[in-house]
């Protein structure tokens, strides 16, 4: 290759060098201003865990994946017929309960009244201090039993108190509005005590998870105010607040989209929405977030 060649493919090269550098100082972004710090994430949720106080069958799953539930809305309900047989057993022991106690009513009164008597009959020397020291030991007997009656009264009402709250428990509600984000059983399944059964993200708590570089991160505090953006509402910022500022610093993850370099340290910051009107905002969402450190400084939209 001649002189002249090299010479023009060395002319070719730095008229592209120069024409990249000319589109990336006419096309970059400005940062934003002084006060404000730009930012993006995607929406994440404070989330609950749907689980079963007692073990039973699934006999009907009346939500899913994607469903957006309201709190206290029934959610699954377990089989209840063992419960229901043990809740009319334990009527039934309350029934027979009520029967020996008004049984045991009726002789204690009766024994008081003929302590009472004799009572009077030796005091006037008409009954003899025996027969009076045997009533009042069976009006004690009387009571004594009495006593024991209303205990094993209240002992089975406990036991129907009991399977009654056993059977509320075999319908299990949602803690929170929210939407599902994970089903772990299906219809027809064995669940023990405890074991998980759905996943619910409270919608009315969302924020935004986001990373702020190191150079940056010196300049936040809680409780500084943001905005953030998104795509589906282009005009309308949604009022947040910084919660949460990490105290470890972590790589950029991947899935972040910034302009600096992915090698840079950066802090998890979160963004806790002011609300959510209309639930129209859900975990997963992308935004992009601007947070005022500087009181003075104006709002801007983020810009990439």
Known sequence: MGKTARALILLLLLALVAA????????????????????NGRFEGDHYTVASRVPGRVVALLAREGDAVTRGQLLVRLDDARLRARLDQARQAVAAAEAALQSAQSAERQARRDRDRLRKLHAR???????????????????????????????????????????????????????????????????????????????????????????????????????????????????????YIASRAEFTPKEVQTPDERVKLVYAVKLYLDENPDHRLVPGLPADAMIRWREATPWAKPRW
Do not use: C, N
């Open 125 to 243: 020397e008409t009954a003899s201090r025996q027969e009076a020291e045997q009533a009042e030991l069976a009006w004690q007997v009387a009571r004594d039993r009495l006593e024991a009656a209303r205990a094993r009264r209240d002992q089975a009402r406990a036991g129907v108190a009991e399977m009654e709250t056993l059977l509320d428990d075999l319908e299990i509600h949602a803690p929170a509005a929210g939407v599902i984000t994970t089903r772990v059983v299906a219809e027809g399944e064995v669940v023990a005590p405890g074991s998980p059964l759905l996943d619910i993200v409270d919608l009315d708590r969302l924020y935004l998870k986001v990373y702020v570089p190191a150079k940056e991160i010196g300049k936040l505090r809680l409780d500084l105010p943001a905005q953030i953006w998104v795509d589906a509402f282009p005009e309308r910022p949604f009022p947040a607040v910084v919660r």
């Open 20 to 39: 990249a550098i000319g589109w990336w100082l006419l096309y970059r972004p400005e940062p934003p201003p002084e006060g404000l710090i730009q930012a």
